[in-house]
Every structure is written in structure tokens, then in C-alpha cells.
């Protein structure tokens, strides 16, 4: 079973970036893609960027081209790029291996 952990969360300034990362401090034994989503207050959880067992990767929407899902040779960590970020980016973000999330990390973007 993985034991997710998010970092890399924080206040940031509208058109700035930061750097998430996800790692498996358990032993996963998912064979799927990992996962990052994001939820707001009074919001559902919502699909964020994914990266499959091949290395493709999904974006939603709205992130794509601003968003960058990536990892090394392993299968964690798993790092989101954000860049260009503006207040509606403003979430808990959590990253999701099957059925394992971790806590999350807060990701705050002042206008």
C-alpha cells in the first residue's frame, strides 16, 4: 500500500510557479498512472494531470500548457511544474496512486 506525502505547496503571486512533488514513503503496488488532483473549499475534487506507466501524460483543460506532470526512471517521486499560476489555481492539491491519496499541500496564488 503507498503512503503518499505532497510538499511543495505555498503562497505564490499570481504568474508565478511552483514545484510539487509526491513520494511513496510505503510500498505501492499500483500498476496504474499517478495522479494529481485538486479541491477547494465547497468545491469536488477535481482532476488535475496524470502520468501513465508509458510516461503519457493528461492535463486538464484548464492547466494544460501551464502545468508540467513529470518523474525520473521510478515510478515515484512525481513532480507537478506550475507555472504561470493565477488565483483560480488557488487548491489543496493531492497527489492519488489507485486508491491511495495522500494529504495534500495547499497552493495559494494572490491575485
Known amino acids: 500500500q503507498a503512503q503518499l506525502k505532497e510538499s511543495g505547496g505555498g503562497l505564490v503571486q499570481a504568474g508565478g510557479s511552483l514545484r510539487l512533488s509526491c513520494e511513496d514513503y510505503?510500498?505501492?503496488?499500483?500498476?496504474?498512472?499517478v495522479n494529481w488532483y485538486r479541491q477547494g473549499p465547497g468545491k469536488e475534487r477535481e482532476f488535475v494531470a496524470r502520468?501513465?506507466?508509458?510516461?503519457?501524460?493528461n492535463y486538464a483543460p484548464g492547466v494544460e500548457g501551464r502545468f508540467t506532470i513529470s518523474r525520473g526512471n521510478t515510478r515515484f517521486p512525481v513532480y507537478l511544474q506550475m507555472t504561470n499560476l493565477k488565483p483560480e489555481d488557488t487548491d489543496v492539491y493531492y497527489c492519488?496512486?489507485?486508491?491511495?491519496w495522500g494529504q495534500g499541500t495547499r497552493v495559494t496564488v494572490s491575485s
Open positions: 492519488n496512486d489507485c486508491a491511495d
Open positions: 510505503g510500498a505501492s503496488d499500483c500498476i496504474s498512472s
Open positions: 502520468i501513465h506507466v508509458n510516461g503519457v501524460t
